[in-house]
């Protein structure tokens, strides 16, 4: 599977813009772009992903470099609920039976938010 | 909908007891996963299923085994609990691009 890194951590300010950062040199065609997060004591909860263009959902923003070897996500306003471990992973496209269909979690970074 | 639910929330378990978790989905969702998390750490892949009657091993599938009979439900089976297996378990389904998790169970082997 394809790699991403991320920084360990991260701080931003409650009501600010929050850029986190995901860097993936190896990307191949075929793979998306997912991010999830993990709040304190919780499963992971999917955030958003793509493929190539920029994405936009209720949660967040998905901005991907015009090579795809890197991508941010984007917290518009951060509240002290945004602190969580936000993961990138990357995803094969399924095909067929949906046996490349396994998400690979790394550290992923922390955010934390501060009032 | 409830989602994916997980049971139990905690367990403790000593060394050489066996134990199932149950892990649940009513989302008719085909593809379900177990994963594993370790304090400070991402989560592992121990095993998955495509389908009801299909499953294969994930990263760190030694000391489980799973079953897929229907479509709902994916238990996790720990035969002989040793001290390494105590985490904290996820299940998840997903029927295309997103992944639904449970709550977790936390295992501790004692």
């Known amino acids: 599977d394809a790699k991403t890194t991320q920084p360990n951590s991260m701080e931003s300010n409650e009501e600010e813009p929050v850029h986190l950062p995901c860097n993936h040199s190896?990307?191949?065609?075929?793979?998306?772009i997912h991010w999830y997060r993990q709040l304190p004591s919780q499963g992971p909860e999917y955030v958003i992903h793509?493929?190539?263009s920029n994405v936009n959902n209720r949660m967040a923003s998905l901005a991907i470099a015009e090579d795809r070897k890197s991508s941010t996500l984007i917290l518009h306003r951060a509240t002290l609920r945004d602190a969580a471990v936000y993961y990138c992973?990357?995803?094969?496209?399924?095909?067929?039976?949906?046996?490349?269909?396994?998400?690979?979690f790394g550290k992923g970074i922390t955010l934390s938010v501060r009032p | 909908n409830a989602g994916v639910t997980q049971t139990p929330k905690f367990r403790i378990l000593k060394i050489g007891q066996s134990m199932t978790l149950q892990c649940t989905q009513d989302m008719n969702h085909n593809y379900m996963y177990w994963y594993r998390q370790d304090p400070g750490m991402g989560l592992k892949l121990i095993y998955y299923s495509v389908g009801a009657g299909i499953t294969d091993k994930g990263e760190v599938p030694n000391g489980y085994n799973v079953s897929r009979s229907t479509t709902e439900d994916f238990p996790l089976r720990l035969e002989l609990a040793a001290p390494s297996q105590t985490s904290v378990y996820f299940c998840a389904s997903s029927y295309n691009y997103g992944y639904t998790f449970g709550s977790g169970t936390r295992l501790t082997v004692v």
């Open positions: 992973i990357l995803r094969e496209k399924q095909i067929g039976t949906g046996a490349n269909s396994k998400l690979t």
């Open positions: 793509g493929l190539t």
């Open positions: 190896t990307i191949s065609g075929t793979d998306y």
